[in-house]
């Protein structure tokens, strides 16, 4: 059974960096960064397709993350800069597992990790 294992989480001040990793234990796949802030819904942050050929973002990133993917140890990671306190969330790597609509759905992604927790001090 695949399973994604994030790291890289962390706390910081605004304006800093950090970098995510999601290693994947099955094949290349489709695989999305999502993240949940308490009290607020999951919501999409960026997308890879399994050929790697396109990777689309959410539309509050701006420019400021990164999505990327190691197809040797496949690892997915996510650089994140210009980090603000709005992106405090616990962020989640997940595989799709559906195509039936669109890449913010988390319905269509079967396969998730564990979180990693990103904070963000004003």
């Known amino acids: 059974q695949v399973q994604v294992v994030e790291s890289g989480g962390g706390l910081v001040q605004t304006g800093g960096s950090l970098r995510l990793s999601c290693t994947n234990s099955g094949s290349h796949s489709a695989t999305a960064w999502f993240r949940q802030a308490p009290g607020k819904e999951r919501e999409g942050v960026s997308y890879?397709?399994?050929?790697?050929?396109?990777?689309v973002y959410g539309d509050f990133v701006k420019d400021r993350f990164t999505m990327s993917r190691d197809d040797v140890t496949n690892t997915v990671y996510l650089q994140m800069n210009n980090l603000e306190p709005e992106d405090t969330a616990t962020y989640y790597c997940?595989?799709?597992?559906?195509?039936?609509?669109?890449?913010?759905?988390?319905?269509?992604?079967?396969?998730w990790g564990q979180g990693t927790q990103v904070t963000v001090s004003s």
């Open positions: 997940a595989v799709r597992t559906r195509f039936d609509g669109y890449w913010r759905t988390s319905s269509e992604f079967g396969v």
């Open positions: 890879i397709t399994r050929s790697g050929s396109s990777i």
